[in-house]
């Protein structure tokens, strides 16, 4: 069984409109997956938003209990993490170097085999020597830099905006772009996955 921890800052909006979805596509879809979430900025025992459980209800779904705060042992238990924004996604990476290969962020995993993904290992390669070279005193040559602008310039957002304090009408945007990259995501696992999913680079 796939096991799937989805993280966004206080698990009270996103990541709880999102752990809700995935486990009923998932369920609809006859995918053996178990679901969690946390937040990176948070403390346990939170409830979820109002607006965000009323979006829920409206689509028939339960709304996941209260809030857990992210700590190594949610880490651990997760063959794929899921991040509704970058940041969330650097701040895993940064407290768990050894999560990198399985963090993604919800919008980059549903376009996994897309062309534009390729522009994101390019990216990342140029950045990671952009960093390397900034430590020793140096910097890219200006074709590497020009290369790396034009590439962030082609990458599409890969947040999702936290609808924290907005009206109802954002947390259904919200939770509609959420579940527009969970359909994505659930079409591509397989019927009973083995976890093979969630250790891809």
Known sequence: MLRILIVCTGNTCRSPMAHAMLADLAARGGKSIEVRSAGVATMNGLPASPHAATALRKRNLDVPGTSTSLTANEVRW????LTLSTSHKRAIVQSYPDAIAKTHTLKEYALRGDP????????????SE???????????SAEEQARLFELQRRIPNFDIADPFGGSLSLYEQCADEIEDALLSI????????SGSNGREG
């Open 116 to 127: 534009v993904m390729d522009d994101v290992a390019e990216a990342e390669r140029l950045y």
């Open 186 to 193: 659930v079409e591509k696992l397989e019927p009973d996955d």
């Open 130 to 140: 952009w960093q390397v070279r900034q430590a020793l005193g140096q910097q890219l």
């Open 78 to 81: 997760a063959d794929l993490i």
